[in-house]
């Protein structure tokens, strides 16, 4: 009988103790939870201002809108700091705070806290020759109905035209033998066309009307100076090509054409797209 009793209260204490240290760590990690709301929110602000002081926001979003992600990244910092000091200040509030949410509590912030992570590891990346081909760069050459109007200057030289310059020039008015002879100088990266001989690069650039979500290809075919063939130039790298503009018949299309003197390689510039 007492060994029936002493071994009943014991298991009553083992069980009142494994009940207390369950709820000593349910305390802790709910008081703990709630930082992760603030580590979300202050690394996500840093990252906007990352991207802004290592100019990498040049190839997320148009420039017009960097005002906008400064603001946004400063706002998410002192959001981030007022919400830990508030923590600081009365732990167990915030632990019983209830939230109507869609997922479970607290992964949005998990998974927030892993894309900002992954978005200070790794750069993003610069669109290139295999982006241009899927999104049909080559056809483009005729003019892009996507190009935003633009103020129309007739003074501007043939030669100081870039590669988006003769694109809207393009929309306007397609005939390419309106073009024939003009003095042409562009910059661009080069593309290998599947369809052309080996004299012909198609040099090429993207344009981002709003982010990177929505950039697209312009550009335009090149006939290399004679004796040069594309191999000698690698896809993706960037040339300055200097020449004439002609009528060119290509893949059965008559298309403007750049009867290029000179192919300079030069690196690529620090914003690689246009607006």
């Known amino acids: 009988m007492f060994r029936a ?15 207390s240290r369950k ?9 703990l939870l709630p930082w992760l709301d603030v580590i979300a929110i202050v690394a996500w602000g840093f ?16 420039p017009n809108y960097f005002a906008l992600v ?7 910092v002192i959001i981030g700091i007022a919400k830990g000091v508030g923590l600081l200040r009365r732990p167990e509030a915030a632990a019983n705070v209830q939230h109507m949410n869609l997922i479970p509590p607290r992964l949005g912030s998990i998974l927030l806290i892993a894309v900002a ?11 290139a020759s295999d982006k241009a081909l899927q999104k049909g760069v080559t056809d483009l050459s005729t003019g892009n109905s996507r190009l935003q109007p633009q103020s129309f200057r007739a003074s501007i030289r043939p030669e100081e035209r870039s590669l988006v310059d003769w694109s809207r020039t393009l929309s306007v008015y397609p005939e390419p033998d309106a073009y024939s ?7 661009g990266f080069v593309i290998y066309p599947p369809d052309l001989s080996n004299e012909y690069v198609f040099l090429a650039r993207f344009v981002l009307t709003c982010c990177a979500a929505d950039a697209y290809p312009v550009g335009l075919p090149v006939k290399l100076p004679q004796g040069q063939t594309r191999e000698q130039f690698k896809k993706d790298s960037w040339l300055e090509i200097e020449g004439k503009m002609a009528t060119e ?14 192919a300079t390689p030069v690196p690529r510039p620090k914003n690689p797209y246009s607006y």
């Open 70 to 76: 400064v603001v946004a990244g400063i706002v998410l």
């Open 117 to 127: 992570i992954v978005g200070f590891l790794i750069s993003p990346p610069v669109f």
């Open 23 to 31: 709820q000593r760590r349910s305390k802790i990690l709910n008081n």
């Open 249 to 262: 018949t290509l893949s059965g299309k008559r298309q403007l054409t750049v009867i290029s003197n000179s």
């Open 181 to 187: 002879g003009q003095k042409a100088k562009v910059t």
């Open 47 to 62: 990252l906007m201002l990352k991207y802004w002081l290592t100019e990498e926001l040049y190839l997320l979003i148009h």
């Open 5 to 19: 009793q002493l071994s009943s209260l014991l298991h009553t204490h083992n069980q009142q103790a494994m009940s």
